[in-house]
């Protein structure tokens, strides 16, 4: 089973609203680790930029790097992914770039689903599951 991580789950684990949303991150997160998480080096970069504000880069990007050793793979945006992202775009011209990324990269690993609640993501065809 493959998944795709969207900004917000990480923001969501990492900055939850409540300790109840903390503990249904971790819980999902937990078992999306234990199958195969992938991360669009895109939401990485959107994941410095917000988490960096509030607990600086090193950190920001320290987390990442935790994941990384619990068994997420960063996946790269490479020339397929970017022409599938801007075809997608072209459709929907309304949807944020990275949101077409994020897309475009569920689409070429056959990911089962993407983690979000962004409903972006629906209209670009894909499925979703949160917390």
Request: hydrophobic content about 45%; aromatic content about 6%.
């Amino acid at each position: 089973m493959t998944s795709i991580c969207d900004t917000r789950l990480l923001i969501t684990f990492w900055f939850p609203p409540t300790e109840e949303t903390r503990q249904k991150a971790a819980k999902l997160l937990q078992r999306e680790l234990s199958h195969r998480l992938l991360i669009p080096s895109i939401v990485v970069t959107e994941y410095i930029k917000i988490a960096g504000r509030k607990i600086g880069v090193e950190a920001a990007l320290n987390q990442i790097n935790v994941l990384e050793s619990r068994g997420a793979t960063i996946i790269d945006v490479d020339k397929e992914v970017a022409v599938e992202a801007g075809k997608l775009l072209n459709i929907h011209s309304n949807v944020p770039i990275a949101d077409a990324l994020i897309a475009a990269t569920y689409n070429h690993k056959s990911a089962e689903y993407i983690i979000t609640e962004d409903e972006h993501f629906e209209e670009l065809g894909c499925k979703t599951r949160w917390i």
